[in-house]
């Protein structure tokens, strides 16, 4: 059975630091992408990272680059999503996904993600 279970949320004031975590079992990790999406209330969700196990590759919305660093330990099969200087925009539910679409490749197309993990909630705020 695929699993996916997020960690690591929280209330931080803004300027600070989180790190979400991603722990999968049930597939092969080596041959898929994990990616994150987040959705904000009254808001679409969005894709925001991703990266391919297979071809080592990271995409980033252009809202979080520079800001958020995604990273993947094989040994573990995990994945991190490091948030630094975390602007009050981005509060919101934090979901990480599995796809083996395009040979493990990255999308922001959610429609290409099998499953899900229940979300962690970030909340920005002073």
């Known amino acids: 059975e695929v699993q996916l279970e997020e960690s690591g949320g929280g209330v931080v004031p803004p300027g600070r630091s989180l790190r979400l975590s991603c722990a999968t079992s049930?597939?092969?990790?080596?041959?898929?992408?994990i990616g994150w999406f987040r959705q904000a209330p009254g808001k679409a969700r969005e894709g925001i990272s991703c990266v391919s196990n297979r071809a080592g590759s990271t995409i980033y919305a252009d809202s979080v680059k520079g800001r958020f660093t995604i990273s993947s330990d094989h040994s573990t099969n995990t994945v991190y999503l490091q948030m630094n200087h975390l602007k009050p925009e981005d509060t919101a539910v934090y979901y990480c996904?599995?796809?083996?679409w395009g040979w493990g490749s990255c999308t922001f197309n959610d429609r290409y993600f099998e499953n899900w993990g229940q979300g962690t909630l970030v909340t920005v705020s002073s």
């Open positions: 049930g597939f092969s990790f080596d041959d898929y992408a």
């Open positions: 996904t599995a796809t083996s």
